[in-house]
């Protein structure tokens, strides 16, 4: 049977991109409008200063004047127009996102946007969908400045100051990403004090600037298959509430998550690791523009470093392990994958073996996803996805359901249908009867999208409401649709590849029934792709 998977996954897409997550369940706090709005809390365009997005995608942008540094301008449309006011009388700013994905540029190019002595503080709030916080910029003078994760998912402070006074810091929450070229010194970027599992690899080109992305590793397994966003011409449920208030492209990471970020225009690059037992990839042939420094400190704990090609001026405290052979990083990185920790120096010499076998490293891949170990992270990792909380002992009997034999198919569908994701099926949707609304969140989960009226009219003609089988029936039925086939190969690709696979390519693969979703991981997983990062 010929794949032709090296046309597949034999080279990089000159496009790349991270995991896109599904639209954001989440429960405004604020009022949805139709328009953007700009207002001041005093007189004058004074005070504190708030910029409100709409239910689309909004584009805000925060500069200094040109010809004056003194004046500082807003604009809620991409830098169409723009108010202005007094650097000097403005105390704070708030951007709030609302829903759709936003962005907010902090453009830097007529000079640092801030004060000349003192600190101006902006807060965003990315609120439901993609959101990214975007700093340009090459002002005059030296700049520091340091990145720290949050202690939430979607979160991190900015602070950027200048040598001769004044700094900006900027709190984001919910948002996806960062995109950061403004022209510093210094960047320190401190991750999380838990268990980072980080990758450092080539970002997208930025105005024709190569960037260094550092990023999570994604899970492979149901955090690709539920990942994918629905189109922004659907409608969405504006009565769909996200329980736990986390983004959906961290949905699946039991460990620290950081906000991605894009980078360059940075001489010096201190990544802080912080507590915990990290892991970090690194596949950076082609390093941030203007990077010449980039270090990396581990911190407490004991942490690896796979480093297949590391970026400008690599250099490493505290960091108890760097392999660099190209056998033990693939190794580490399996290991990673499936089971959620790094390999001993007695695995790694076992599995070099495998490695240099018939098998390769297909075999290694085959075999370690076969260990219980691996079936309960997998299991672990469905849980945190549909129910938003770790486990609590049931992995091992779910894991046990896996390898005695039993689907995944019937896993997933079993959970839909139990009592826990009925509960949640209730607080996620805000409209219709019980059973409406467990239709309509076993869809979204499975499909990523909305339920049509037509599909949620046929679904419930067969849905018996006092027949405890009836959900676990709607869920296997959509798990046969070529949709949700083609959508898994799509998440696959964006989590593991970090690129999209054409629609085409993706309907192919997927009404082949030969590749089953374990077959499909593992090739994606033992690719020469994978492995270059």
């Keep these: 049977m010929d794949f032709s998977f090296r046309s597949l996954f034999g080279r990089r897409a000159k496009k790349q991109v991270t995991a896109r997550p599904r639209a954001r369940l989440m429960l405004e706090n604020l009022e949805d409008r139709t328009v953007p709005s700009i207002t001041f809390s005093g007189a004058g365009n004074t005070g504190a200063a708030t910029l409100t ?25 991409n830098g169409a127009t723009f108010t202005s006011a007094q650097l000097s009388s403005i105390t704070s700013i708030t951007v709030n996102g609302l829903r759709g994905s936003d962005t907010l540029t902090i453009d830097s190019n007529n000079g640092l946007v801030a004060p000349t002595t003192g600190n101006l503080a902006i807060t965003f709030n990315g609120g439901a969908g993609f959101d990214q916080l975007v700093l340009r910029g090459s002002p005059a003078g030296t700049l520091n400045e340091t990145i720290t994760e949050g202690s939430t998912v979607g979160s991190a402070t900015v602070d950027v100051s200048k040598a001769t006074g004044g700094a900006v810091t900027v709190n984001a929450t919910g948002i996806e990403g960062i995109t950061d070229t403004l022209a510093v010194a210094t960047l320190t970027i401190n991750a999380t004090d838990q268990r980072n599992v980080l990758q450092i690899l080539n970002g997208p080109s930025v105005n024709g600037q190569a960037t260094t992305r550092i990023q999570n590793i994604l899970p492979s397994p149901l955090s690709a298959f539920l990942g994918h966003e629905q189109d922004e011409d659907e409608d969405e449920d504006e009565d769909e509430v996200d329980d736990n208030n986390q983004g959906d492209d961290f949905l699946g990471l039991t460990n620290g998550a950081i906000v991605p970020i894009n980078l ?16 970090v990839f690194i596949a950076n042939r082609t390093p941030a523009a203007g990077l010449t420094n980039f270090t990396i400190d581990g911190g407490a704990g004991s942490d690896l470093v796979a480093n297949l090609a590391g970026p400008t001026g690599l250099t490493f405290s505290n960091v108890e392990r760097v392999d660099t052979n190209i056998q033990d990083v693939f190794i580490d990185r399996i290991f990673e994958q499936l089971l959620e920790h790094a390999p001993t120096a007695e695995q790694l010499a076992f599995w070099r073996g495998i490695l240099n076998g018939p098998f390769g490293r297909l075999g290694v891949a085959f075999f370690l996803r076969q260990f219980p170990e691996a079936r309960i992270v997998h299991v672990r990792q469905l849980i945190h996805n549909l129910f938003g909380r770790e486990t609590r002992g049931e992995e091992f009997a779910l894991a046990n359901f896996l390898i005695n034999g039993g689907s995944e198919q019937n896993l997933l569908a079993a959970l839909l249908a139990g009592p826990e994701f009925h509960g949640r099926a209730q607080r996620l949707h805000g409209r219709g009867d019980a059973t409406e609304r467990l239709l309509r969140s076993i869809f979204h989960v499975l499909l990523g999208r909305s339920v049509g009226q037509g599909e949620l009219n046929n679904l419930r003609a067969v849905f018996q409401p006092n027949n405890p089988l009836s959900p676990v029936f709607v869920a296997l039925f959509l798990q046969q649709l070529p949709e949700l086939r083609t959508r898994f190969i799509q998440g696959l690709f964006s989590n593991l590849l970090h690129r999209d696979i054409d629609a085409a390519t993706a309907a192919l693969l997927a009404s082949n029934p030969a590749l089953t979703r374990d077959l499909l991981e593992l090739l994606i997983l033992t690719s020469e792709e994978f492995f270059q990062g």
């Design 264 to 279: 360059a225009n940075k001489t010096q690059v201190t990544l802080n690791l912080l507590g915990g037992d990290d892991f």
């Design 53 to 77: 997005g709409t239910a689309g995608n909004d584009r805000f942008v925060i500069r200094l004047n040109q010809n004056n540094p003194g004046t500082i301008e807003f604009s809620d449309n």
